[in-house]
């Protein structure tokens, strides 16, 4: 109970107490979680005032963006390097957007491909049987940037009439912080075998993505 005396003012400070971010279950690793609440006054007259609080808890999400189409068959995110000659190499680039208001804090991570039992031949796809010739041999990829910082949310990328896309050009310095971030992959086989191998761009309290790399090493001279 509080008496506010006629013509006088009273100030009330709310503070919105976020859950700890490594509670799942208090806060859902979604991008967005809704907190609403609110504050009810009474009146000696008998009259009310409710005043309706509004929070948003966000968590930051990353997300690869390519020059080309890059979803597989299961709406992964893979790229493929072709056939490469084993002395030599071959280098594509991708970039890491940050979807959320939220900065995300990434790091890079390589993640093994489940080993699978034996399929039959009659019911295996062809994605089940590039599985199973696949050599999981992450020092073969090599990323020119491997954590970081992104603000958001990120500029979106633009495209140039050679179908590319690029990052836009920014206004000044404060926008030059919120562009995607550039990372170039080497790819360097050592055998002439299927490369494949997964990666996982994590983000600290935030939601991951992965990216599946493979390319196929050759001896043949033509494939530089």
């Not at 006054?41 to 999400?61: C, E, I, S, W, Y």
């Not at 140039?160 to 050009?169: A, R, T």
């Not at 562009?179 to 075998?193: E, R």
């Amino acid at each position: 109970m509080f008496c506010l005396q006629p013509l006088k003012i009273v100030e009330v400070h709310v503070k919105f107490m976020a859950p700890s971010a490594n509670d799942g279950t208090e806060w859902p690793m979604t991008i967005l979680n809704e907190r609403k609440g609110e504050i009810v006054a009474f009146f000696a007259n008998g009259d009310q005032q409710k005043l309706f609080l509004d929070g948003v808890l966000q968590r930051p999400k990353v997300q690869i963006l390519t020059d080309f189409p890059s979803k597989n068959d299961y709406a992964m995110d893979e790229l493929d390097f072709g056939k490469v000659n084993v002395e030599r190499n071959r280098t594509i680039h991708v970039y890491l957007s940050n979807e959320t208001e939220a900065t995300a804090k990434w790091q890079l991570s390589y993640v093994q491909f489940p080993k699978k039992g034996t399929i039959g031949h009659n019911t295996t796809t062809p994605w089940e049987v590039e599985n199973m010739e696949k050599t999981d041999d992450p020092e073969v990829f090599e990323f020119s940037v491997t954590s970081g910082s992104l603000k958001g949310k990120s500029l979106p990328l633009r495209k140039v009439p050679e179908g590319l896309l690029v990052p836009p050009v920014p206004r000044d310095e404060e926008e030059m912080k919120y562009l995607p971030q550039i990372i170039y992959v080497k790819f360097k086989p050592k055998k002439n075998v299927l490369y494949k191998s997964k990666f996982r761009f994590v983000t600290e309290t935030g939601i991951p993505c992965d990216i599946i790399l493979k390319g196929r090493g050759s001896y043949e001279e033509n494939h530089d």
